[in-house]
């Protein structure tokens, strides 16, 4: 990882790695129930115990969106932290339900990356993100295609070179 901690240059990638995020994050009732109000999903699996204990999981399920966004913000530190731009999402897959009370935790692979073909100061990383909890159910994963600069010129230790006086 680049000398400030937070994110990579582009030559810091390398097909293959896997990056473990750290720390995890529990989930709460409360975190479902204001994000499902914020984003407007209403749906009464996510925000109506009454109706959750019929169904076929027997109680509340987290809604998706926030297992997702959880597992992205999860990985800026190590995937996007130096990024110029998220360039795509791709297959979005729940794998498991998340419950109140459960803990994400993250984890991503380098599936490729590639220089840009315009600019030669940047670069396109794939990327693979996994969101497991507690018990190592993965719950959910997602590709994503970052913008990611090259380290400055004349600066080998990752920050930008000091300007002449």
């Known amino acids: 990882m680049s000398d400030d901690g ?19 994050r529990t ?18 699996l996510h925000i109506d115990a009454n109706y959750a204990k019929d ?9 998706g969106n926030l297992v997702v966004d959880i597992a992205l913000g999860q990985s800026v530190r190590d995937v996007s932290g130096k990024a110029i731009a998220n360039l795509g999402f791709e297959k979005i897959e729940f794998l498991a339900p998340t419950f109140h009370g459960d803990t994400i935790y993250s984890e991503t692979t380098v ?14 990383v794939t990327v693979e993100t996994r969101a497991y909890n507690q018990r190592d159910d ?28």
């Open 6 to 24: 937070f994110g990579r240059y582009f030559e810091e990638f390398n097909v293959g790695d896997v990056y473990k995020h750290w720390p995890g």
């Open 27 to 44: 989930i709460t009732e409360m975190d479902n129930i204001l994000f499902c109000m914020l984003t407007m999903n209403h749906h009464p």
């Open 55 to 63: 169904t076929q999981f027997g109680r509340n399920v987290v809604v």
């Open 111 to 124: 599936l490729d990356k590639k220089e840009s073909s315009s600019r030669p100061d940047r670069g396109v």
């Open 138 to 165: 993965t719950v959910m994963r997602f590709k994503r295609a970052v913008l990611v600069p090259k380290r400055p010129e004349g600066s080998p230790s990752g920050r930008p070179a000091e300007r002449p006086k």
